[in-house]
């Protein structure tokens, strides 16, 4: 039973208008501003420093995490179904499944639309001339994902900047979970997150800031991977904690 509701779960958190339209969205977000300002760069290096991190949409970035699946308690709240679902299963195991189901949905959202424009960064410029000779890079050859380009391959720097979209997607879109279970508005896990995020912009120092993480250029790809765990872990701490004070009594 645990096991075939974990896979269901999972399935209909990628499985909804909102998983798409939050890949699309950041996508089109994305590809935009590599049209606009890296494409014919040259570098492959430069366009995926410049489209993650430069352009600016890391602003706007945790709109989309809590698209996919973190409002789904919200309607099952409202109309009474978690009690169905806890009446043939613990608290505990339903929070648990909840929040690895709204981890993965955020992170695919945030994960697949980096895969592809790193991808595409990489095909349509010229790694061949980037690896030539520091001048070609076209970006300052001491930022950390630049480094780990060039020391161990751009496949790498591709694989580490997806890891660290991942994880904040994860971790944004169990802060949407986490407003939803303590105040079950359907609106609430959408704009609460946004808000707090810019707060955090704007408050946060540089190596601690949620946009200087996601990038990993300033504040160093280990630093932001641990980072970015502390605030997975924090907020699906929160989630379960609002799942015992809002389902305790079901």
């Not at 950390?144 to 944004?172: C, D, N, P, R, S």
Request: with cysteine; proline share 4%; glycine share 10%.
């Amino acid at each position: 039973m645990y096991m075939k509701f974990l896979w269901t779960d999972i399935k209909r958190s990628f499985a909804n208008w909102g998983f798409l339209a939050g890949c699309l969205g950041l996508g089109a977000l994305i590809a935009y501003n590599f049209v606009t300002e890296s494409l014919h760069s040259g570098s492959p290096y430069y366009a995926i420093v410049n489209i993650l991190a430069a352009s600016g949409f890391t602003v706007f970035l945790p709109v989309f995490p809590v698209l996919g699946y973190a409002s789904r308690f919200c309607g099952e709240y409202e109309s009474g179904y978690y009690r169905l679902i806890l009446a043939r299963m613990k608290l505990q195991k339903f929070a648990r499944i909840r929040i690895v189901s709204v981890a993965l949905s955020g992170g695919g959202i945030v994960a697949l639309p980096y895969l592809l424009i790193c991808l595409a960064a990489v095909y349509l410029e010229a790694p061949e001339l980037a690896a030539s000779g520091a001048d070609a890079l076209r970006v300052e050859s001491d930022i950390e994902m630049v480094v780990i380009g060039q020391t161990y391959g751009i496949g790498v720097m591709v694989a580490v900047k997806v890891l660290l979209g991942f994880l904040f997607g994860a971790a944004w879109g169990l802060v949407g979970l986490a407003f939803a279970v303590w105040m079950p508005n359907p609106y609430v896990p959408l704009i609460a997150p946004f808000v707090l995020y810019e707060s955090l912009y704007i408050l946060m120092p540089g190596n601690l800031n949620p946009a200087a993480l996601v990038c990993g250029d300033d504040a160093g790809h280990l630093w932001s991977v641990v980072l970015e765990c502390v605030w997975l872990f924090a907020a699906a701490a929160v989630a379960m904690m609002g799942f015992r004070r809002r389902c305790g009594d079901a």
